[in-house]
Structure formats: structure tokens, C-alpha cells
């Protein structure tokens, strides 16, 4: 299906979330196509008109040039152990592409997710793909695309080829590949990406959305952290950190974190990491930093929020029902969180851990949790509420020897005024980790974006009484108003033209349109 070139100051996205698992094979396949599911696929989708998903082909299609940040996450599926690799395809040849992720039988399913910042002209295409070598391997309920075009500042990095390993207590810039090696791919706009030290130095003052996936491999099984750190200038300090965990024999595993932080110009921010003891780390290619500005090139949407947690949950029983990720009644002691940006339009209660949205819209919803899980073999499941009633949801299976685990989602979802979200774990059987993230930023409003396919009536062109006004260009402008540019229709429009056949003629005079009469 083709679509027109658009060229517009306008939020342009789409998610896609599959509440079905993928039929099973060993073989690449695309989970957003048809041909993926035997019996069918339920499929909650939220996106904006210039942008054609091809359920077919599995391809989203894009009427606007320009860059986007695009974000492929599954709950990846096998009942032996083998490997996945995700890839993300621009016109069919591939972007990124991970390393083979190991997947054990006791961690099915298992956490998968690559992204990237992609450039595309109109009419180009997407499509993302999962390669397992096991036989019965396939994506669970949960996987979702997500693609958000950036208007404003932005930057993405993307290994390509692995970094050497490393026994660096750090913390150090993992985008340093002057000392870590590797290869990495860029593309960036007011934000200034170094490879000689893994720097991302903004040039104005922004609210940023930081998105982070790492491919990697560690001998260490605790005492890792995942960091965001700022410079502004007086000294790198950390942002704030999410743990993780691994073992050799789990190796290579994927981590997200993400925040929302307002960053000033000159300031720089890398994407760190850190550990207690001095055991191998490596980085591998399919690792992405993302860094997007969330306004419209500096102005701010009307409702966005971006909050972690401060402490470390109680542990919750592997049959304690729903849990509120952020009600503080799951933490006995110390219990806190801190706004990464001064939230609007958004109230949290952390007495039952729920998000209030004050305004209708589509709204960018992106959750990074950690957990740490008391014993192998128990699933927990992973939801979204909204006004009490289940949006999304996705299971995974941890292991206690690879601890901590984190579970992202990136969604764009249409709320109402006044909608409750809660963010659910099921059954844990874990502890919720500090540095736990949740962030919703209102897309269709940013920055005064306008109603791709607005159309308003004139309350001047036919009167009371029936008559049918003269021209005039501002009635029938707000009649016809199309994707923000005033379009009246040719005859009602303009003039017409002294002949249609013949061009101009000797002592002729213009069309008129006769306003008629009520007798």
C-alpha cells in the first residue's frame, strides 16, 4: 500500500503489542506477521495515520521522512536451550543485529530487546525478525514494536561488532570504544556522540528521554550496575543505576534501563557501567544507547512523568497475587522515589502505586523493572493495568544464579482522561530492585502538533436563515482544512478561469456562483 510524502511538525508512531505467543520453529521468522500465527493473533495496536502496518508482510511502512526511535521487545520462547538473534531490517537489509542470546530451558521465557535511532525516507519500510536454533523456539504473549519519530534533538549508538572484555571496576563509558574496542554505528542531531570516550554532549536544554539495551557477557553474578551519569561541567556524577546479573553459563543476556532527564546545554551523558570486583564484562553488538528529545524541539509535551524507586522491595511469595510495582506498602522500610523530571499532568500515589492521566491521548508509556528472584523455576508475570483491567501483559521465567533480571516495555497506549494505570507484577517470588523506572510522556500534543486530518465546520458559511454566504477565503479555508494547510476545494475556492476549453476570450467575463434564493 502506498502512501503520500508528508513533511510535517507532527508526532508520527506506532506500536504494535502481540497478546499471542508465536507458532514455533527453528527457523527466522518476523513475529508481526500474519503467517507467525496458525490460529491467529490478538493484537492491540495505537498508532498514527501516516504510518501502514502490513500485517502480511509483518513491515510498518512511513509516509514522513526522517529519524525514528524504534524499540523491538519479546519475551523470547524454547523448550530446549539454544540461542535467539534479533535483528531490526530497513528496506530488508539489516540494521541491527544481536549477538546469539543464550536460552536455557529454566529461563523460558526470556527477556529479548534491540533498538535503535533509523533514519528513513517516505515510503520506505520496517521489519524486525527473530533467528533461534532451537526447534520449538518462538516469541511469547508481550512482544511489541514500538516506533516514535523525533522531532527535536536526538542521538543513537549501536554495537555492531563486540568490544573486548574488560575487568574495569569502573564506572566506565561503554561507548568508549577508543578503550573498550568494538565498532560502533551513530547518527545524531544536537547531541554530540565521541567514540574516543563515549560521551553524548547535548547543545541545548532538553528533556531526554536516556533508553539503554545491553548484549553482554560477565563472569560476575552480582554487584553490577547499569548507569546513567552526568556531567554538567563540575564533575561526572551518577544519574542513577539498576542492577544486574549474569553467569557464564547464561552468557550473552539483555539489560534495559531508561529514564527521562532534563539535560542542559554543554552537559554530557555516557552510558556506564560498574562493578564491585574485577571479573570479565564485554559488551556485544546489538547494544544500543538511545537518547530522544521527548518535546517538539524544545517545547514541552503537556503531560509527561519519569520516576525510579529508591529502596529495595520486601520480598514478594511466588503466590502473592497482583503486586503494585510503586506502592510503598511492598517496602517495609526506606521506601522512596525520585522525579527525574518535574512531573505534570500526571499524579502517582504511592500509597497504591497508580498514575492518574489528567488529559486524553496517546501516551508513551516505557517501563524498566529489576528483579531478584528467591529460586529457579517459578514464573512471574509482568503487567499493565488500565482502569482495573489488563492492557498488556507478558511472563518470564528468572534465575536466582544469573540475578538480578530486568523486564522493559515500550508502548504507546490511548488513554482517557482521568485513566488509572497500575504497573503489575504476578507471583513474583522475587524482591523489586531500586533504580526500577517508569516513565509517560503525552505524544499527540507535543509542541502544538496539529490533527494530521483536522476538519473543522464553519458556523459562517450557511446562516441561520438558510442563505448561502458570498466568498470570502476564511469560511471556506475553515471548512476544508486539511493536515493544517488550507486546501478549498478549486470551484469554491478561487476564481475560475475565463474558459476551460479555449483559454481566454475576447470580452468574456469569470465564472460566478450564485448564492440562490429562499423563494
Not at 130 to 142: H, I, K, L
Not at 363 to 373: A, C, K, N, Q, W
Request: with cysteine; glycine share 10%; proline share 4%.
Amino acid at each position: 500500500m502506498s502512501i503520500p510524502e508528508l513533511d510535517l511538525n507532527f508526532h508520527s508512531y506506532c506500536s504494535i503489542n502481540i497478546a499471542t505467543a508465536s507458532d514455533t520453529t527453528n527457523a527466522e521468522f518476523n513475529p508481526f506477521a500474519d503467517g507467525s500465527y496458525g490460529s491467529g493473533a490478538t493484537k492491540n495496536i495505537v498508532k498514527t495515520p501516516d504510518i501502514v502496518y502490513d500485517s502480511t508482510a509483518g513491515s510498518l511502512s512511513f509516509g514522513a521522512s526522517g529519524t525514528y526511535f524504534i524499540v523491538f521487545i519479546c519475551p523470547m520462547v524454547a523448550t530446549g536451550s539454544g540461542t535467539f538473534v534479533l535483528k531490526i531490517k530497513h528496506n530488508g537489509t539489516d540494521v541491527v543485529v544481536s549477538d546469539a542470546l543464550i536460552h536455557r530451558t529454566t529461563m523460558s521465557p526470556k527477556s529479548g530487546i534491540v533498538n535503535c535511532m533509523l533514519t528513513v525516507q517516505a515510503g520506505d519500510n520496517v521489519t524486525v525478525t527473530v533467528d533461534g536454533t532451537q526447534t520449538n523456539s518462538g516469541t511469547g504473549a508481550g512482544t511489541h514494536i514500538t516506533v516514535v519519530k523525533a522531532n527535536g534533538h536526538f542521538s543513537g549508538a549501536h554495537y555492531t561488532a563486540d568490544s573486548t572484555a574488560t575487568t574495569t571496576g569502573g564506572p566506565y563509558p561503554i561507548f568508549d570504544t577508543a578503550n573498550e574496542g568494538g565498532t560502533v554505528v551513530s547518527n545524531t542531531n544536537g547531541i554530540v556522540y565521541t567514540s574516543t570516550d563515549g560521551h553524548f554532549t547535548a547543545s541545548a536544554n532538553r528533556r531526554i528521554l536516556l533508553f539503554s539495551s545491553w548484549v553482554y557477557e560477565s563472569d560476575n553474578t552480582s554487584s553490577m550496575q547499569h548507569v546513567f551519569r552526568l556531567d554538567p561541567g563540575s564533575g561526572a556524577a551518577n544519574i542513577d543505576n539498576l542492577g544486574l546479573g549474569n553467569r557464564t553459563t547464561q552468557d550473552p543476556a539483555c539489560h534495559t534501563y531508561h529514564i527521562v532527564k532534563s539535560i542542559q546545554e554543554d552537559d554530557i551523558v555516557t552510558d556506564a557501567f560498574s562493578q564491585s570486583a574485577t571479573t570479565s564484562f564485554q559488551i556485544n553488538k546489538g547494544t544500543s544507547f538511545c537518547m530522544l528529545d521527548i518535546s517538539n524541539d524544545g517545547t514541552a509535551p503537556s503531560t509527561f512523568l519519569s520516576l525510579t524507586l529508591n529502596a529495595v522491595s520486601d520480598a514478594l511469595s511466588t503466590t502473592s497475587g497482583d503486586k503494585d510495582i510503586f506502592d510503598s506498602s511492598n517496602t517495609s522500610s526506606g521506601f522512596g522515589t525520585t522525579n527525574r523530571t518535574a512531573p505534570t499532568g500526571i499524579a502517582y500515589d504511592n500509597s497504591d502505586g497508580t498514575f492518574t492521566v489528567a488529559q486524553s491521548g496517546d501516551y508513551l508509556v516505557i517501563l524498566t523493572v529489576g528483579f531478584d528472584v528467591a529460586s529457579n523455576g517459578n514464573t512471574l508475570t509482568l503487567k499493565v493495568n488500565v482502569d482495573g483491567s489488563t492492557y498488556y501483559s507478558a511472563a518470564y521465567e528468572p534465575a536466582a544464579v544469573s540475578d538480578p533480571s530486568t523486564y522493559p516495555i515500550c508502548l504507546v497506549m490511548s488513554l482517557e482522561a482521568g485513566a488509572v494505570l497500575n504497573f503489575l507484577v504476578n507471583n513474583a517470588g522475587a524482591t523489586i530492585d531500586d533504580g526500577s523506572s517508569v516513565s509517560i510522556v503525552r505524544l499527540d500534543d507535543v509542541g502544538g502538533s496539529k490533527d494530521l486530518f483536522a476538519e473543522s465546520v464553519s458556523d459562517k458559511l450557511i446562516d441561520e436563515d438558510y442563505d448561502i454566504n458570498t466568498y470570502d477565503p476564511d469560511v471556506i479555508n475553515a471548512q476544508h482544512n486539511s493536515v493544517g494547510t488550507a486546501q478549498p476545494p478549486f470551484l469554491l475556492g478561487v476564481p475560475g478561469p475565463l474558459s476551460l476549453r479555449r483559454g481566454l476570450v475576447p470580452n468574456a467575463t469569470a465564472n460566478v456562483i450564485s448564492s440562490g434564493k429562499k423563494d
